[in-house]
């Protein structure tokens, strides 16, 4: 049996918030429009990936998309929060690259899906890697 991690279950619960909201009016959080703010990313040059701190005003799920370069991953939220994502690069060739190189740019994607809609934004981000 497959165990469930801390991070699976809010996301599952973000997601049952969102598609279980009270019938029969509008709640505070559908009268207004999702955000989100992508905040300044802190490199782990030691380890050769980036953690990007996004900072978003409800309950949602936060995508990260991007090339072949990057593992894509998700996160949710019950309300106003700030969600950390980690870039980091896919095994294989993008990876030998940055070990190669010791930097490796990727434009990276974050989508804030919500009950209200959607917002998107794209930033380059540049992983290090220290030798």
């Known amino acids: 049996m497959r165990s469930t991690s801390r991070k699976s279950l809010l996301c599952l619960s973000a997601l049952v918030a969102i598609a279980f909201a009270l019938p029969g009016g509008a709640t505070a959080e559908e009268t207004q429009e999702p955000t989100m703010e992508?905040?300044?990313?802190v490199t782990y040059a030691k380890k050769g990936y980036v953690v990007v701190p996004v900072k978003v005003n409800m309950a949602g799920i936060l995508?990260?998309?991007?090339?072949?370069l990057v593992h894509h991953r998700h996160d949710g939220s019950t309300g106003p929060s700030t969600l950390r994502l980690k870039v980091a690069p896919n095994p294989g060739a993008p990876k030998r690259a940055l070990w190669r190189t010791g930097k490796l740019t990727v434009e990276v994607?974050?989508?804030f899906a919500t009950k209200a809609g959607s917002?998107?934004?794209t930033?380059?981000?540049?992983?290090k890697k220290k030798r």
């Open 123 to 127: 930033r380059f981000i540049t992983l």
């Open 119 to 121: 917002v998107d934004a």
């Open 109 to 111: 994607k974050f989508r």
């Open 38 to 41: 992508v905040l300044k990313p």
């Open 63 to 68: 995508q990260l998309m991007g090339s072949a």
